[in-house]
C-alpha cells in the first residue's frame, strides 16, 4: 500500500488517505464509548448521566389537547393509596387512686398505617438485624404493684369524675319478689340525690346503692363495625422488566403528600426522605419564590425519591409544593430539584396529575424494603419512640422472617397511653398485616405482677425456637428441600438451611436445651447439636470453631454463644448449616409451626377476653376533634 497519488487528490486502488483513515477509527471509537456509556447507565437503573432538569424530566406543562395523554415507557408503576393516620381518641376508665376507684376520661393514641415501601434517611441509623437483640427486647416486663397493665374501659362517656364507693349489703335486707315502678322512682331519686349530697354518714347520709343498667342503649364493646386499612393494590402487576426484585438497584419513585393541618414545612419533610442537610439546602432553593416555610392546611407536596451515590437509601431528587387557592383548585408554586453536582436549583413544575384527598405513593419493586426496616421507618415516621419499635419488632420476630421484603398494602396498627410527666407510653395493642395474614398482640398483666403481651389464643408472641440463630440473621444461601448439591453435583436432600456470613460470625443457641453433640462430623465439619423439650432438637454445622465452655452435656439458654461461622467439612464457603428436627424427622426451619413460648392459664380467659374486647372498641372508635396532625 501507498500513500502517493499520481491521478490528483483522491486515492485509488491500493493507496489510502490518514484523513480517511484518521475520520474511520475517531467515529467508531466514539460509537463504542456513546454505546459502553449507554449500556452501563442502563444496567445500573439509571437512564441519563444529564443535569437535574432533563433527569427529573422537568418539562414544560402539557398542553390541554396532550391532557389526557401519557408519556410512553417501559411500563406503569402502580400507585397505591397509603394510610397514615396518628389521631387521639378518648375513652372512659376506671383506676385506683388512694385506694378509691373513679372513672375518668383518658386519651389514647392510635396509629393505623401502611408499611413504608422505601427507606430513607429517617431509619439510616436503626440498630442492625440482631436475634440476640431481639431475645432482649421481648422479655417480660415486671410492673409495679401500683401499675395498671391495662386500663378499664368503659363503653359510654363520663363528664368530669365520678367517684366510686362499694358497700355490703345489710345482713337483714331481703330484696322483694317484684319491684313497683313507685319502688323504683323512689330508688332512682334516693341515688341521685346521694351523688350530689355533701356527705355525711348513717341513714341520711351519702352512702347508696347504684347499678348499671346493662339495657340503656350503650353499644356493646369490641363489636366489629368494618373498616380497616386501605392501600391493596389490586390488579396491578408489581415484576421487575429484566430482573428479580432482589438483584435489582434502587429505583425512582414518587409520593403525593397532603398536608392535614397548618405546620411548617420542615416537619413533614423530615418525615418523608428529608434530613436536616437536604432540608436546609432545599429551604435556601426556595426562599425567594415562597413567601414563608408553613405550609396551608390543603397543600400538597410531589416528593420524587431516587437512589442515592454514597448510601443504600433514597434521597429526595425532587420537590414540587402546591397550594390550594379561594376556588379549592390546587396550583403548582415551586419546584426545587436534585443536581448531578449534588445541590438543588428552582425546576420547572412537573407533568400534571389528579390529586387525590388521599395520600398515594407510586411503588417501585426495587425500593421495597425488608419487614424489619419497613417497621422502623413507618415508627419513626409517626413518633413512636425507638424502645417501643424493638419490642415491636422483637415480638413478631418469631412468627415472621424480618429480613423478607414487604408487599405493597401491608399495614401496621398500634395502641398507646398517652405520654405521662416523664413522657412514657405504655403499649397496648399492636397488628401487623402482612399480605392476606394478620397477627395480634395484646398487652396483658397476670396476677404475679408480669405484663407480656398475648395473641387472641391467650400465646405470647415469642417462641421457644429462634429461625435464623446467626449474628445478624445471616443471608438466606439455599433454602430446605431437593437440591444438586454444590459438591457432589447429585440430587438429594438438604435437610437444613444455609446462612451465609462473614466467618467468625457468632453463632447462637435457638433454644433452651442440653448439647448432645459437639465435635466433628464428617461432612458437617465442625457440628453441635442441642436437645430441646417436647422433641424439638437443633444442628449447627460448619462452624470455624466452639464458644468456650461448649461440650456435650452442658445446658444453654436461648441466646447463649455456643459457636462462630466457618467452612469447615463440605463447604463451598463460609456459611451456617441450621437444622431442625421434631421427633426425629427433618424440618424446614423457616416455615415449621414452632410451639409458643408462654401460654396464659384458664383461670385469666374472662379477664383477657374483656381485654381484648376493650382494645378493639378503641381501634374502632371515631377521632375526637382533637386529632393530631397527620404524621404525613
Do not use: C
Not at 460509537?31 to 422537568?58: C, H, I, K, P
Not at 341521685?192 to 349530697?197: I, K, L, N, R
Not at 409520593?255 to 418523608?272: A, I, S, W
Amino acid at each position: 500500500m501507498t500513500v502517493q497519488s499520481t491521478d490528483g487528490e483522491i486515492p485509488h486502488g491500493r493507496e489510502l488517505s490518514f484523513a480517511w483513515l484518521t475520520g474511520t477509527v475517531m467515529t467508531g471509537l466514539t460509537s463504542v464509548l456513546l454505546m459502553g456509556a449507554a449500556l452501563y447507565v442502563s444496567f445500573n437503573g439509571q437512564d441519563t448521566f444529564s443535569t437535574a432538569y432533563e433527569a427529573l424530566q422537568l418539562i414544560t406543562r402539557p398542553s390541554d389537547d396532550a391532557a389526557g395523554s401519557q408519556v410512553k415507557g417501559d411500563r406503569i408503576r402502580p400507585v397505591a393509596q397509603t394510610k397514615s393516620e396518628l389521631e387521639v381518641v378518648e375513652a372512659s376508665i376506671r383506676e385506683v387512686v388512694d385506694g378509691r376507684a373513679m372513672i375518668k376520661k383518658q386519651p389514647f393514641v392510635r396509629v393505623k398505617a401502611t408499611l413504608a415501601t422505601a427507606a430513607t434517611a429517617l431509619s439510616e441509623d436503626i440498630p442492625n438485624y440482631d436475634p440476640v437483640a431481639l431475645i432482649d427486647a421481648s422479655q417480660p416486663i415486671a410492673a409495679s404493684a401500683d401499675q395498671e397493665a391495662n386500663p378499664e374501659i368503659y363503653g359510654t362517656d363520663v363528664e368530669g369524675e365520678v367517684q366510686i364507693r362499694t358497700v355490703a349489703l345489710p345482713a337483714s335486707f331481703v330484696p322483694m319478689a317484684a319491684i313497683s315502678d313507685q319502688i323504683a322512682a323512689s330508688y332512682v331519686r334516693q341515688s341521685v340525690e346521694s351523688v350530689f349530697s355533701d356527705g355525711g354518714s348513717g341513714e341520711s347520709g351519702s352512702i347508696a346503692l347504684a347499678y348499671a343498667d346493662p339495657g340503656t342503649g350503650i353499644r356493646d364493646l369490641g363489636v366489629v363495625t368494618g373498616g380497616g386499612l386501605s392501600g391493596v393494590a389490586e390488579n396491578v402487576s408489581i415484576v421487575p422488566k429484566t430482573k428479580s426484585a432482589d438483584e435489582a438497584g434502587l429505583g425512582r419513585s414518587e409520593r403525593v403528600v397532603m398536608v392535614r393541618d397548618d405546620g411548617p414545612l420542615k416537619d413533614t419533610l423530615l418525615k418523608n426522605g428529608f434530613d436536616d442537610q437536604t432540608y436546609d439546602m432545599v429551604a435556601a432553593t426556595l426562599k425567594n419564590v415562597l413567601n414563608s416555610a408553613n405550609m396551608p392546611r390543603g397543600a400538597r407536596l410531589r416528593i420524587l425519591m431516587g437512589p442515592s451515590r454514597t448510601s443504600e437509601t433514597l434521597i429526595p431528587h425532587r420537590l414540587s409544593i402546591y397550594f390550594p387557592n379561594s376556588n379549592g383548585d390546587i396550583k403548582h408554586a415551586a419546584t426545587a430539584a436534585l443536581t448531578d453536582r449534588g445541590n438543588y436549583v428552582l425546576g420547572l413544575a412537573p407533568p400534571e396529575i389528579a390529586f387525590a384527598e388521599e395520600d398515594t405513593e407510586q411503588i417501585n419493586v426495587n425500593n421495597l424494603p425488608s419487614v424489619y426496616r419497613s417497621i422502623w421507618e413507618t415508627a419513626r415516621k409517626h413518633d413512636i419512640d425507638d424502645s417501643v419499635t424493638s419490642r415491636i419488632v422483637a415480638m413478631f420476630a418469631y412468627d415472621v422472617d424480618l429480613t423478607k421484603k414487604i408487599s405493597a398494602g401491608d399495614s401496621i396498627e398500634i395502641l398507646e397511653t398517652e405520654k405521662d410527666a416523664d413522657g412514657h407510653q405504655d403499649l397496648l395493642y399492636v397488628a401487623l398485616h402482612l399480605g392476606s395474614t394478620k397477627r395480634e398482640l395484646f398487652r396483658f398483666r397476670t396476677s404475679d405482677g408480669v405484663v407480656d403481651y398475648f395473641d387472641p389464643d391467650g400465646e405470647t408472641g415469642k417462641r421457644f425456637l429462634t429461625r435464623r440463630p446467626v449474628q445478624g440473621g445471616g443471608r438466606l444461601a439455599s433454602r430446605f428441600g431437593y437440591r444438586v448439591h454444590p459438591i457432589f453435583k447429585s440430587r438429594r436432600l438438604h435437610t437444613g438451611v444455609d446462612l451465609a456470613a462473614k466467618s467468625g460470625t457468632p453463632i447462637y443457641a435457638a433454644g433452651d436445651g442440653v448439647i448432645e453433640k459437639a465435635q466433628w462430623v464428617s461432612g458437617y465439619g465442625r457440628y453441635i447439636s442441642i436437645k430441646h423439650v417436647n422433641g424439638f432438637e437443633t444442628a449447627y454445622a460448619h462452624q470455624t470453631r466452639f464458644a468456650e465452655g461448649i461440650k456435650a452435656g452442658v445446658r444453654v439458654k436461648q441466646g447463649q454463644l455456643i459457636g462462630y461461622v466457618g467452612s469447615t467439612g463440605n463447604s463451598t464457603g463460609p456459611h451456617l448449616h441450621f437444622e431442625i428436627k421434631v421427633n426425629g424427622r427433618f424440618v424446614d426451619p423457616l416455615s415449621v409451626k414452632l410451639p409458643r413460648d408462654k401460654s396464659l392459664s384458664a383461670q385469666y380467659d374472662g379477664a383477657f377476653s374483656q381485654t381484648i374486647s376493650q382494645i378493639r372498641d378503641l381501634m374502632e372508635r371515631d377521632a375526637k376533634p382533637m386529632t393530631v396532625a397527620s404524621a404525613d
